[in-house]
């Protein structure tokens, strides 16, 4: 019928009878009169939507739920994209209580004549915990998040705070945010340590990732009974420096001591520099607790 198809090329927009005959170039008196009739039925079957006056738009047909992963600018619009490769733009306000990477559920909710998409739900959160460092206020704190891609800070009560103080970095779990007008709240899980700390740095990134950042008391103990002794049988088939100047740029705290330089002068003049790569494989044997 030419009427919807009318209708359905301009979905969203609104017309009257006399907008609709114009359209399609009927300028028979009789058929102008029978149109408003036309529209007033297609309105009671739901193929058109009366705004009352006189005029009518497409019904907004109801659409299925769609899931898909999410971006959110730091401005607050969000980006969803489909498990088919289409992309949802989504309003600042609609983003619901999804945070940047979780999988979400998307519904289409009325706004005056549009039909506009928003956050129904969060399906899956990409972290169950949020990295933030502490600014204290009075007896409640907020919480801004390490990793920038998280659009929002994160109110802390007293309650929640578990001791943590200003200037810490923390672990968060969110607990509600019932209005994108306000900030979530969220309780502390695990104080990592004073933000600047390297060890805690390195925590921190490592908790952001989900990756463990301790170790089962199983793994500890069997990394303590690892023998320090270096045994004729390795010296046997290694270059011995142990006599040459060598050393690590890393910083007091530093455990993982990777690499190394050393350095000295040849017989013959100029310098050797050396590039001394741990064997963490002599340490890792295939099928050991540590493996």
Known sequence: MQVLDLFRRFKGKAFNPKQ?????????????????????????????????????????????RVEGT???????????????GEELSLTKGNTGSALWGDRVEVEWVRRGSRSIPRVARVVQRLRPYIVVTIEQVRD????????????????????????????????????????????????????????????????????????????????????????????PQELAGRRDFREVLTLTIDPEDAKDFDDALSLRALPVGGWEVGVHIADVTHYLQPGSVID
Do not use: C
């Open 140 to 231: 409640y704190a907020f919480g801004h998040p390490s990793d920038q891609r998280i659009h929002t800070d994160f109110f802390i009560p007293a309650r929640h705070l578990r001791g943590a103080v200003t200037g810490e970095k923390v672990l968060v779990e969110m607990l509600d945010w019932d209005s994108p007008d306000d900030l979530p709240t969220a309780e502390v899980v695990e104080i990592l340590g004073k933000a600047g700390v390297h060890e805690v740095e390195m925590h921190a990134i490592l908790a952001e990732f989900g990756l463990p950042y301790t170790f089962p008391p199983g793994v500890e103990g069997a990394a303590a009974e690892i023998s320090r002794e270096i045994t």
């Open 20 to 64: 609709v005959a114009a359209r399609l170039n009927i300028v028979n008196h009789d058929v102008r009169r029978e149109l408003s009739h036309l529209l007033d039925d297609l309105a009671t079957a739901g193929e058109l939507e009366s705004l009352g006056r006189g005029r009518f738009m497409a019904a907004v047909q109801r659409q299925e």
């Open 70 to 84: 999410i971006q959110i600018t730091r401005y607050g619009r969000g980006f969803v994209m489909q498990d088919n």
